[in-house]
């Protein structure tokens, strides 16, 4: 049923969109043109929007019962602020660029929809009915996308569409898939007003809804919302276990049989299963222009930033020059020319550690050589090495039986092992508890995850060629591991859970090779920039390499 709108004044034309009602006694009059112009462009609007091939200039005029020169005028205002598009081939209107860009500009949940509409299609090839994503927003569920079925009896489901949780498919199984502390203020608020003899009309009736939502796996709507119209639709979960939707297959009450309900149960309840595969979590986007690169004098082979908390410093060395460096967030600077080609840099309460081929160099915080070193040699070279928070040094070594060994050095100089792998390890990291050592290959882009006293090796991650090669790893409080990418132009931040991707900080040179966590809140990112393969002089276009810092938000509550 079309909305009733006021008739326009005989004596007058209708304001046009936007017109400015003159500030005079006839403010009202003026005001209820206007309305009725924009009610009459929504109108043509949703005529457009509606007609998936389109509508002829004759059919938007019959549809929306205007004025052909009224209806012209109106969309040659469309298309002038792109929200209509004309076909030349056809002569027929659709909806323009300028609508899809709102639209996508204002989705809700657009990664979803993306990850969603493989599998809308594939249900809707399997059994001619009609598909939809939904989405809770407050006591409704909304509609986000819709694949059509292939029968004339659709059900009255749009996009956009909102209905209450109670008496839909999609919105029990979002009701079921809540804690009960989340759901019962939700079902508090929520009219029991009756849609349908079948709908639920009281809070029991509900709750014993849900509970066979949650034995069977999937819900149902059995002419609850709308008679003559049978639903079934099961809760879409991503990698993390968090509830992004639901998926749901609708259509006439007749072609709804129990048997056939059950067949849509468990093929939706697997579709879900495979949207919430694809599903990455929101990743979060850092940009370039936030990372800052600290004040100091030329470099141009960063490497193994790490984190004094003894000196409220940030230390580094220049693998080009040798050349040690201390850094603030204000200045940077060579404190210190290194006797050994350095493999790895820790900072320890008593001084810094530099790994190097041979064993340790042991400096004070000034760079100046400790009384006493630790010789290695003999013993194989190391390729990575980090330090855990009790103070003991791990690092990979080749295994002379093959593969790797992951061991710890005590400091009698005699190895402890720990694990072994086929895989070349490149980096290594604790987290802050020492509670879970964090490794990666440059080769094949894998992380690893181990922990103490379990032989296991899990792997957590593999990180894809495209993204740039793993060079550095570095753990932060809140149990995330960041990942320097070695010709990718980023840092990434990976769940230490489920190994997903959260976050991607842009760089304005490609070539990070160290990340750490530090600073005096724990929240500052330090990550060190060399130049690159095809390195050319310095240009004052090109952002320079050395160390840049990078001041995270502190975490929420």
């Given at each position: 049923?079309?909305?009733a ?44 929007g ?27 205002g ?25 639209s ?88 029991m ?92 986007v ?33 693998t ?11 200045q ?59 103070g ?9 039986a ?111 090779t ?44």
């Open positions: 049923m079309r909305r709108r006021p008739a326009p004044a005989a004596t007058s034309s209708l304001p046009h969109i936007g017109q400015r009602a003159r500030m005079t006694g006839d403010m009202s009059e003026n005001t209820r043109k206007a309305t009725g112009t924009i009610e009459r462009a929504l109108d043509v609007l949703e005529a457009i509606t007609s998936p091939k389109g509508v002829t200039f004759a059919e938007i005029a019959q549809q929306v019962q205007l004025p052909r020169t009224t209806a012209y005028r109106m969309l040659s469309l298309i002038e602020r792109n929200l209509v598009r004309r076909e030349s081939t056809r002569r027929a209107y659709r909806l323009g660029f300028g609508a899809l860009q709102l996508r500009e204002s989705h809700p949940a657009p990664q979803l929809v993306v990850a969603a509409n493989i599998e809308l299609n594939y249900l809707r090839a399997i059994t001619g009915e009609t598909t939809s994503l939904w989405v809770r927003d407050g006591l409704e569920v909304i509609a986000l996308e819709r694949a059509r079925g292939a029968h004339r009896s659709q059900g009255d489901t749009h996009v956009g569409q909102g209905r209450l949780l109670h008496v839909t498919a999609a919105g029990k199984a979002l009701l079921a898939a809540m804690r009960t502390g989340e759901r019962n203020p939700l079902l508090s608020r929520l009219p007003t009756p849609f349908t003899p079948n709908s639920a009309t009281s809070r029991e009736q509900v709750n014993a809804m849900i509970a066979t939502v949650k034995e069977r796996g999937y819900a149902i709507d059995d002419e609850e919302s709308r008679l003559g119209a049978r639903c079934v639709a099961a809760v879409i979960r991503d990698m993390q276990g968090v509830v992004r939707g639901a998926l749901s297959l609708s259509g006439a009450t007749e072609r709804f049989t129990p048997e056939r309900m059950a067949a849509f149960g468990t093929e939706l309840t697997e579709a879900a299963q495979r949207i919430g595969e694809r599903l990455a979590g929101a990743v979060e850092t940009h370039d222009d936030q990372v800052a690169r600290v004040p100091g004098p030329p470099a141009t082979g960063g490497d193994f930033a790490t984190w004094s908390a003894a000196r409220n410093a940030w230390y580094w060395i220049d080009a020059t040798a050349t040690l460096h201390r850094a603030t967030q204000e940077d600077q060579r404190i210190a020319t290194l006797t050994v080609a350095a493999r790895g840099l820790h900072a320890t309460p008593m001084g810094l550690e530099v790994v190097h081929a041979e064993g340790i160099l042991r400096l004070d915080f000034d760079g100046q050589p400790a009384a006493r070193q630790l010789d290695r040699r003999g013993q194989p070279a190391p390729i990575a090495a980090c330090v855990q928070p009790d003991r040094e791990w690092q990979v070594t080749p295994d002379p093959g593969g790797y060994r992951i061991a710890t050095w005590l400091h009698t100089g005699i190895a402890v092992p720990g694990w072994r792998i086929d895989d070349r390890i490149d980096a290594l990291c604790w987290n802050p508890a020492g509670t879970r050592l964090f490794a990666a290959s440059a080769t094949t882009g894998t992380l690893y995850e181990m922990r103490p006293g379990d032989a296991r090796i899990r792997r957590l991650a593999v990180v894809p060629k495209a993204s740039g090669e793993v060079r550095s790893l570095a753990a932060d409080a809140q149990g995330d591991v960041w990942v320097a990418l070695h010709g990718g132009w980023a840092v990434a931040r990976v769940s230490a859970e489920g190994g997903m991707m959260q976050e991607v900080v842009g760089l304005p040179l490609a070539w990070p160290s990340v750490a966590v530090g600073g005096s809140d724990g929240q500052q990112l330090a990550i060190t920039i060399a130049a690159g393969p095809d390195a050319t002089e310095p240009h004052a276009d090109v952002p320079e390499t050395g160390l840049y810092l990078l001041q995270r938000p502190a975490p929420t509550k």
